[in-house]
C-alpha cells in the first residue's frame, strides 16, 4: 500500500504595499462593522448578553480572518495599529451616523449608559487583531 502525503501549501508570505494594506484594513472593518450591527439589530432585543457576545465574537472572527489571510507574519506592532485603525473607523463611523441620523447611534462602540460594556467593546476592536499576532517584529 502506498501513501502519498503532500505537504500543506500555505499563502505566501509578502509585505504588501500600504495602500494595499490600509485597503485589507478598512474592508476585514467594514465586514466587522456589518456583523456587529447585525448582532446588535438581531439580538440586542433579545438578550443583551447574548448581543454583547455576538458582537465580541464578531470582532474576534474578523480579526483572526485578517491575520490569518493578510498578515500571517504580522507582530504585535502591526496588530494593535491595525486595531486602533478599526477603532478610529469605528468612532468616525458613529460620529457620521449620528450626524446623518440627528440623533444618537451606538451600535458599534456601545452606548454610554452602559459603561462597563462600552469599554469591553473599546479593548475587542483594539486588541483582538493583537490576539492572532505570530510573532514579535524585528525593530
Known sequence: ????????ERFPHTRHHALTTAAFVTLFWIAA???VIAAHVDLDPLSPIAGAVATIGAIVVAA???????????GATHALS???????LSIVAEITMTTHLGHAWFSLIGS????????????????????????????
Open 1 to 8: 500500500m502506498i501513501t502519498m502525503a503532500h505537504p500543506i
Open 33 to 35: 462593522a456589518a456583523l
Open 64 to 74: 483572526y480572518c485578517y491575520t490569518r489571510i493578510v498578515a500571517q507574519n504580522a
Open 112 to 139: 454610554p449608559n452602559r459603561p462597563l460594556l462600552r469599554n469591553i467593546f473599546l479593548f475587542a476592536w483594539i486588541f483582538a487583531p493583537a490576539l492572532f499576532a505570530r510573532r514579535e517584529e524585528n525593530s
Open 82 to 88: 491595525v486595531g486602533i485603525a478599526w477603532l478610529a
